[in-house]
């Protein structure tokens, strides 16, 4: 199945506000992610019907090449992939896509907000190794002359640890009443995952609406090169079975 991307080019998602939002269809989805069918955000709910939806084709959707070409329309800040991940089917990055995404955004001034859950080497030890290692290379040569990024997903503390350490930019699923403990959570080795503003203020990651825009229009985990990784609190249908998976 040849990947398709749907753009909706003002979001009316109060999380993100009025920006650019971008999905792809399943077969990106690393097949050895742990929530895939147990969990996943985007497998129940509004994000499930988008999903569905898009898989079966009910959705305008346009090829990568074609969406590349879109990108000058996007909005300067915009969410890449709220459902799917990077090109690639199953747990494999396509290298030259990363890095052609990353350079057209630099191009036009885009700062685009993207997380990738395929396994990557000195981080995840899920997937095959020779593929969490070519991973790994495809995000160094996207990242490496580009001033946007792309967040590697953890599955847990222990990962945030290991994907700083190794000069990644990371986010975290955290357990789903994270934030009745403060704002930052600590990992074993004492660094920080800063709770993403929009799970407990009148932020989103655009503004609008009345909320304030993430980091003044320079949303978190858009940054490249942070010493803190960002933390979401599990939520949907089974947040509670996700926090018991994370605390186990």
């Known amino acids: 199945m040849e990947t398709r991307h749907h753009v909706t080019l003002k979001s009316q998602n109060g999380k993100t506000g009025p920006i650019t939002v971008t999905r792809t269809t399943t077969e990106t989805c690393p097949t050895s992610c742990p929530l895939l069918g147990q969990g996943c955000y985007d497998q129940g709910g509004n994000g499930n019907i988008h999903r569905t939806k898009h898989d079966a084709g009910q959705y305008n959707s346009c090829t990568p090449a074609e969406y590349f070409d879109m990108i000058p329309r996007f909005s300067d800040v915009f969410r890449h992939n709220e459902g799917g991940d990077l090109w690639g089917a199953g747990d494999k990055i396509l290298s030259d896509h990363a890095t052609k995404f990353l350079r057209l955004c630099d191009e ?9 859950h395929k396994p990557v080497a000195g981080v995840h030890e899920r997937g095959r190794k020779r593929v969490r290692e070519a991973n790994l290379k ?9 001033r946007s990024t792309i967040n590697v997903s953890c599955d847990h503390l222990d990962e945030v640890d290991r994907a700083l350490e190794s000069g990644q930019d990371a986010v975290v699923v955290l357990p789903h009443n994270a934030n009745d403990n403060g704002r930052v959570t600590l990992t074993p080795e004492g660094r920080k995952v800063v709770h993403c503003p929009a799970t407990w203020g009148n932020v989103s990651c655009g503004g609008g609406g009345g909320k304030r825009a993430c980091g ?15 933390g979401f609190p599990a939520h949907g249908n089974q947040q509670r079975s996700i926090s018991l998976r994370i605390l186990g």
């Open 216 to 230: 003044g229009g320079n949303p978190l985990c858009a940054i490249k090169n942070r010493d803190y990784a960002l």
């Open 108 to 116: 036009e001034g885009k700062m685009p907000i993207v997380y990738t």
């Open 138 to 146: 495809a995000l160094n040569k996207a990242r490496l002359n580009s």
